[in-house]
């Protein structure tokens, strides 16, 4: 088994000194292990010729598999799902089909800023020494730039003018665990474990996790939320709530000490492809009917955690409804997979 790889944005870059180190879109850390799952961070320096970035896409190749894009406040997430090439092993599992392009969409990067795009995925079944270009196109409202170039065998990469994204690939490193689940959001059929993190129950104002919570007609059962990486930002949070009475409400917020902002998100699967996006509206529970709040579907998402989710502590919430008020939840956090 591998350990996990955290390529994340080091502290001690700034702006300026990025600015004038790289003009393209690259990543951070070039050098990846191969057989073992990795944070790909991709840097976005610039808009497209002075004009703000709303979207980014990015085409994963194969010999990257099983990934996962890590959401960002203000910006919707789709992953492109289709066949790979060649079948990889998933922990004993023969996988055939996958994440083969992320997009984040109807963003506003602006020029003056730059950004990163976490992507999670497992280098496998390519050779060590060779490079996996990701094809990236950046689009700034009407204008598209497009970073797709490779240099031939031999030829010098610092003479294309659009470079693509490229990952080296050196000889991996057993250090005794893989872990697989990015900021323990799962995607529809992809699971696996994380660790770390810190007790929050001593900050919880509401009953003990899991137990159901009562509060007007409505009634909130099987809250819980996923162990995370370390130093991953967002989390999921989940739970289902039942309305008794005879009149609608709705979910309008979340709040968490645990996190610098709670967001109510919906993921839905289409041909293919997934999109998630915040519900700003909230979550509407009609009269006599229950909603339920689970991976793949509707969930919170915890952004800027404080300390990253660790299973068997427990994470206090409050919800805030339309008509039955503030509730206050206590959500005990599972392994990766949700169990």
């Known amino acids: 088994m591998k350990t996990i790889k955290t390529f994340a944005l080091s502290a001690l870059l700034s702006a300026t000194a990025f600015a004038g180190a790289e003009a393209h879109v690259s990543f951070l850390d070039r050098e990846v ?12 320096p610039h808009g497209c010729d002075g004009k703000a970035t709303t979207e980014v896409r990015v085409k994963l190749p194969e010999g990257f598999v099983f990934a996962k894009p890590q959401p960002k406040a203000g910006w919707e997430l789709e992953v492109i799902k289709g066949d790979y090439q060649k079948t990889y092993d998933n922990h004993g599992d023969k996988v055939k089909t996958g994440a083969i392009e992320i997009r984040w969409k109807n963003g506003n990067l ?7 795009f976490v992507i999670q995925g497992k280098v496998s079944g390519v050779e060590a020494g060779s490079s996996l270009a990701f094809p990236v196109t950046q689009l700034c409202g009407d204008a598209v730039t497009v970073w797709d170039q490779v240099a031939m ?42 660790k770390a993190g810190m007790d929050m129950s001593a900050m919880a104002a509401g009953a003990p996790a899991g137990e159901t919570v009562k509060a007007g007609d409505l009634e909130i059962s099987g809250g819980f939320a996923k162990a995370m990486l370390p130093g991953q930002p967002v989390g999921g949070g989940f739970f289902t709530v039942k309305n008794n009475g005879q009149t609608d409400d709705r979910l309008v917020s979340v709040s968490s000490p645990a996190a610098g902002e709670v967001q109510i998100h919906e993921m839905v699967t289409k041909d293919n492809v997934m999109r998630m996006r915040q519900l ?32 068997g502590d427990t994470v206090p919430v409050t919800l805030s409804f339309e008509k039955a008020g503030k509730i206050d939840l206590v959500l005990q956090v599972l392994s990766a997979q949700g169990k």
């Open 153 to 194: 065998a031999g030829g010098d990469a610092h003479e294309l003018k659009s470079p693509a994204p490229l990952l080296k690939i050196v000889a991996g490193e057993d250090h005794g665990h893989d872990h697989d689940d990015m900021a323990g959001m799962s995607m529809p059929g992809m699971d696996a474990t994380g």
């Open 110 to 116: 602006s020029d003056d800023f730059y950004d990163a």
């Open 280 to 311: 700003k509206d909230g979550i509407a529970v009609a009269a006599g009917q229950t909603v339920k709040l689970e991976p793949g579907n509707l969930h919170l998402m915890f952004q800027k955690v404080k300390t990253p989710f660790k299973q």
């Open 33 to 44: 292990p191969l057989d073992t799952t990795i944070l790909a961070t991709l840097q976005v």
